[in-house]
């Protein structure tokens, strides 16, 4: 048995030294900087923040980097960092309103105070492959665009004005931890937020192309997207008040959604949110879908009996750590558990043959 294991932890050590090489690949190519990762490959860069809530693109650079460009591996190393650091403070909320946008949409109206910013985005792209980018060539200068400093006051504030859209009610509570505290049913929305912008890209976007197909009937429109960079403030007690501490990037977006009225509600508009470290639109646009279908039971609305209605369901499959985890188990070592299947499935044919045996002999 000893030398068993000796055996199990000398192929595992070769393993780890196999996967080592993998990673480098050939050496006659130039190592991958981390830098690089994180200037070259942005979008990557924040999926891995979000998912691993933890802002910080030159650790998820080196993440990417380390796990070879498995995204769900490198948030799983994300996450694994995060759990030893310490928490010196809370920041006061940030003001998405104050934003810095690059890029700033409606698909609600054509003309927005502070206008339709475009910003770096694949919407209007041939999506064809550019062959001068597998060149070694330098990449011509283009001209380098500012985050837009005017006045952007939220599409939906139009609508908010006329009452025809659902008020947000403001709350000084303190929302949940989900990295704290477990999981528990039913989520408020705080906290169904929370695990849908942790959640896998993959799996939160499937969840809200479902609704579009009419699985829980979510008609919506993009009210709003931004994406752009707000300040951060922490408050101190010494001095009294709360001072900026840094900048991030964040992909906001509110969608406004059709309702007929309820019980309780008015015919109104009713929105769904998305908010994600990141320029990660594909992500915020999904989170807000979902965001919307899970509200069904605080608007009136039935229950369709649709995958994206219910909580639980979303909710508890959404995280790609899990998920990950619980799948790839099935590949460790479980000899034990098959033998005893094995031997079951033997015993009952036997059975089966016997009697047979014995029936004919009737």
Known sequence: MYVAVKGGERAIDNAHTWLTEERRGDTAVAEL?????????????????AEGSLYDPDL??????????????????????RTTLPRIGTSE?????????????SATFKDVPGGQVLGPTFDYTHRLLDFKLAADGEVPETPQAEASGADMPRVTEYLNRDGLIQSE??????????????????????????ALTRGDEGFVLSMAYSTQRGYAKNHPFVGELRIGAVAVEMDIPELGFAIEIGEITLTECETVNQFTGSKTEPPQFTRGYGLVFGQTERKAISMALVDRALRWEELGEDNLGAPAQDEEFVLSHADNIQATGFLEHIKLPHCVDFQS??????????????????????
């Open 33 to 49: 900087g981390t830098d690089q990762i994180r200037e070259q490959m942005s979008l990557a860069v924040n999926r891995v923040m």
């Open 60 to 81: 998820a650079a080196l993440a990417i980097k380390q796990a070879r460009g498995d995204l769900i591996e490198a948030i799983f190393l994300i996450r694994a960092y």
């Open 93 to 105: 909320p940030v003001d998405t309103g104050a934003m810095a946008c690059d890029r700033r949409i």
């Open 169 to 194: 009610p403001e709350s000084d509570e303190t929302p949940p931890d989900m990295t704290r505290q477990p999981m528990e049913y039913p989520a408020n929305r705080a906290l169904r937020l929370q």
């Open 341 to 362: 299947e094995l031997e079951l499935v033997r015993r009952i044919r036997a059975d089966v043959d016997n009697a047979a045996m014995k029936e004919a002999a009737e």
